[in-house]
């Protein structure tokens, strides 16, 4: 079966970094698309970054040039290299991939930005 454990998050704070990790199974890595979301309390579920089966990368304009995703395929894992956090990019970071129609989820890590 499908399965997507995130870890790496934690309470950093604002400038510092973090760096998360995805170790997926269940499926053949190398052939999907990889998406990192996050949620933050009361607000609904948004996209973070994504790094498609070529390499190629889309990021949104709120974390540009902060955040990096990456990926080996050789451990079956993608990574969300986070620097210059700021608070509001706190939330549960979530990694997702979309196997045909059907969406898959971790359980999510808690990143908390705060002084």
């Known amino acids: 079966q499908v399965q997507l454990v995130e870890s790496g998050g934690g309470l950093v704070q604002p400038g510092g970094s973090l760096r998360l990790s995805c170790a997926a199974s269940?499926?053949?890595?190398?052939?999907?698309?990889m998406n990192w979301y996050r949620q933050a309390p009361g607000k609904e579920r948004e996209l973070v970054a994504a790094i498609h089966k070529g390499g190629s990368t889309n990021s949104a304009d709120s974390v540009k040039g902060r955040f990096t995703i990456s990926r080996d395929n050789a451990k079956n894992t993608v990574y969300l290299q986070m620097n210059s956090l700021k608070p509001e990019d706190t939330a549960v970071y979530y990694c997702?991939?979309?196997?045909?129609?059907?969406?898959?989820w971790g359980q999510g890590t808690q990143v908390t930005v705060s002084s």
């Open positions: 269940g499926f053949i890595f190398s052939l999907y698309s």
């Open positions: 997702n991939v979309y196997l045909g129609k059907e969406a898959y």
